[in-house]
Every structure is written in C-alpha cells, then in structure tokens.
C-alpha cells in the first residue's frame, strides 16, 4: 500500500512505498538459509540463483540509499505496483492521474535504479543491467471513471496491469466482499476485451467468485491471479476456491500467492512452512505451470511501513474492509518479511524436493510467460 501523497513529497522521493507493505526480521531469515545450507553464509547460498528471474506480481518499494540497498538485497528482476489507491474517494480517476505523472519523474529521477515495464524487453533488459524493472497497475478499475476511452488513456500513460475490481461493487463487476455477486457487467465485458486488444494484464485477484468466473471466460487473452490465497487451506474471501483456480489455469493463468498472515492461515502466526503449504496446493491441483509469488508487501517487508499496530489499523481505515477479511495484527510472516524472501522461499521449496527447474517457474518464469503473451 503507499504511504499519503504529504509524506511522500515531504520525503522528495527518498522512501516510495506502495500498495504491498513493507521488513524487518534479517536475523530469523538468515539462520533459515544458513541452517538448510550446509553452514553457508547467506551470500554464499544466494550465488547459484544470480542467473534466476525472481518476479513479485503485486508489491511494492522504496528508493533513496535504504530503499536502494534492499533491492539489491532482494534479488528482485520485477515488480508490479499499484498507484493511485488513496485519496478521497480512494481509486479514484484524478489520483490515479496525479500518481502517474509522478511516477513518470520517478523514472527520470532513478534511471539508474528502475527500468519502466512497458514490453517483456525491459523486464530482460533490467536483468541485463542489474537493475529493477517496475511494472505499474491499478487495483481496481474505478479508475477508469465509467469510460472506455480511459482504458487507452491509461495504456498511454503506462499502465499495464488492471485488476477488476477491489472488494466491492464497481462497474465492472462484484468484489470479493460485495454482498451480492451478479457477475461481469456489459462494461466489464468491453472493459475486458479492450484491455485484451491494448495488452494489459487482467488481474482477478479481489473479485468476487462469479466475477471472477466470467472474466475467465470473457477474456480472449490468459488472465491472471497477481496476490491471493487458497481459500481451500484458510477460508477467507481473499482466496480463491479450487473451481476458480482450476479455470484460471485451464486458460493458461497463474497465480501469485500472497505472503500476508491472516490470509496463509487462522493462526495468530502464520509460518514460511504455511505459505508453501498455499504454492504446494495449487500445484497439487494444476500443476507447476500455474503458480508463482505475489506478496503483496514492499520490498522491505511490512514492518517498515507500518512498525506498530495503531499505524497498521490506522492506514487501512480509509478502505473499510469488512469483517469476513480477518484483518489482523500481524500482516506478516516472521521469516519472509525481508527484502531476501524471494531467496528464502526459493530455498524452503528446494527442501521441499522441488527440482530447480520448477522452482525457477515458481520463483518467475511462469509469470514471464504470461507477460511475453500480454505485453509482448
């Protein structure tokens, strides 16, 4: 999630955090990949994953010296991130406008840092060159202020990932907390086709069950779940059911799987073993091809954002989740709120008897495959 438009100004571009929340814990992680790699250092067991394409479909970052030090801590290729979500109301069309003129400075300021993601070239290119590729998208369509036309003024101006809805109601079709859930509207139809034809991903990931059907069945090009969960294993209505997982991946999607607690499970502390437990499920059920990491926290992790409970609650009053959500202190899993999680989840998966060519689809490849579809 970002921080308020006041603080980030005031900050001058130093710190960027978006709509996937920010870490801490170095210590805990470190002993994890010490622990399972024969007493090496974690920069000796990073090495062999240099080569590797690590994708997060749905998080965010910070920039300046610290923000800096954390992406090339992560070993990240890409990101997606979300704009315009605050504001009053929140996803609304001139947020959305301001953010992306921002982030057009953004990209001037740090060019020695970012790659923007218009076609799968950059994200090679940002591989190439050490840097990260930044790939920006809405998470909800409101932003399109009921228009057509805004799907190709948004694709102008950079966007290349839309997710449907958010948890309610919009014109396109019901959340995954509306009361009621009709399905894809006629614009959501148009809205679907129109993105089909410019390339920008369509992203599931908050829409309701039957919504989320239609869009399957709808679009003409294969859609995504960018950060989401198996509501089979945690039965919140953030997750997807197995039906749903099944369709996304019989039209050639994947889904990113979220690293937030109260989504992994109902305990009061999800484990790194937990969220695996969400990756082994939806291959257990479509297969390799279809999964892949969307965390839905910044780079640093969660606690960077929001290091106290009151600051946590108090960031996401203004999007009123509902109760079924389980919104809960803490958002993050102790071991993997770091900037080295994509290291860290990698190599539980290699405890898990997973072959490295699998889990180099898991880590980023699949997405990859999707994205030389969309984007080109």
Same mark, same amino acid.
């Given at each position: ?22 870490g801490?814990?170095?210590r805990s992680a470190?002993a994890?990949?010490?622990?399972g ?5 974690p920069? $000796?067991a ?10 997060d479909?749905? =998080?965010g ?9 954390e ?13 315009g979500a605050?504001?009053?109301?929140t996803f609304g ?8 003129a921002?982030?057009h400075?953004?990209f ?7 790659i923007?993601v218009?076609?799968?070239r950059?994200?090679?290119?940002a ?5 990260? %590729? ?6 909800n ?11 190709d003024?948004?694709?102008?101006? =950079?966007?290349?990932?839309?997710q449907?809805?958010y948890?309610s109601?919009? %014109?396109?079709?019901?959340?995954c907390? $509306?009361?009621?859930?009709s399905?894809?509207s006629d614009? =959501?139809?148009?809205?679907?086709h129109?993105m089909?034809e ?9 829409c ?22 198996c509501? %089979? ?5 953030r ?6 997982i099944?369709?996304? %991946?019989?039209k =050639?999607?994947?889904?990113?799987v979220a690293?937030v607690n109260?989504?992994?499970? *109902?305990?009061?502390r999800s ?7 969400h ?6 059920l479509v297969?390799?091809d279809?999964?892949?990491i969307?965390s ?5 992790g969660?606690r960077?954002s929001?290091?106290?409970?009151k ?6 009053d203004q ?14 899993? $102790? ?5 080295e *999680?994509m290291?860290?989840?990698a ?9 490295t060519?699998d889990? *180099?689809?898991?880590?980023?490849e ?5 994205y030389? $579809?969309?984007?080109?």
């Amino acid at each position: 999630m970002s921080i308020s438009r006041r603080n980030f100004v005031k900050s001058a571009f130093a710190s960027i955090l978006t709509f996937g929340l920010p870490g801490g814990n170095v210590r805990s992680a470190m002993a994890s990949i010490k622990n399972g790699n024969n007493g090496q250092t974690p920069r $000796e067991a990073y090495a062999k994953y240099k080569d590797w394409i690590f994708i997060d479909a749905l =998080g965010g970052l910070r920039l300046g010296k610290e923000g800096e030090d954390e992406i090339k801590r992560s070993g990240l290729t890409m990101i997606e991130t979300t704009l315009g979500a605050q504001g009053d109301p929140t996803f609304g069309y001139e947020q959305a406008v301001k953010d992306l003129a921002m982030y057009h400075g953004i990209f001037d300021r740090f060019e020695e840092v970012l790659i923007r993601v218009r076609t799968t070239r950059d994200i090679l290119e940002a591989k190439k060159t050490g840097k990260i %590729a930044l790939m920006l998208g809405f998470q909800n369509a409101t932003h399109l202020a009921r228009d057509i036309k805004n799907v190709d003024f948004f694709y102008n101006l =950079g966007i290349r990932q839309i997710q449907l809805t958010y948890n309610s109601l919009n %014109a396109l079709g019901a959340g995954c907390t $509306e009361r009621k859930d009709s399905g894809l509207s006629d614009f =959501g139809v148009k809205v679907v086709h129109r993105m089909n034809e410019l390339g920008i991903l369509v992203d599931l990931s908050h829409c309701g069950v039957k919504t989320t059907l239609d869009a399957i069945e709808v679009s003409k090009k294969t859609p995504i779940f960018s950060h989401t969960v198996c509501r %089979a294993l945690c039965d919140n209505p953030r997750g997807k059911w197995d039906d749903q997982i099944k369709k996304l %991946a019989a039209k =050639g999607g994947v889904m990113g799987v979220a690293t937030v607690n109260f989504f992994i499970s *109902k305990k009061p502390r999800s484990t790194l073993d937990d969220y695996i437990n969400h990756i082994e499920h939806v291959i257990k059920l479509v297969g390799i091809d279809h999964v892949g990491i969307g965390s839905d926290s910044s780079i640093g992790g969660w606690r960077i954002s929001f290091p106290t409970e009151k600051a946590f609650f108090d960031f996401h009053d203004q999007f009123h989740f509902k109760p079924g959500v389980d919104l809960r202190w803490p958002p993050f899993i $102790e071991e993997i709120d770091v900037p080295e *999680k994509m290291y860290i989840i990698a190599e539980r998966l290699t405890q898990r008897g997973y072959s490295t060519p699998d889990i *180099k689809k898991i880590m980023g490849e699949n997405f990859m495959r999707v994205y030389k $579809e969309i984007l080109g």
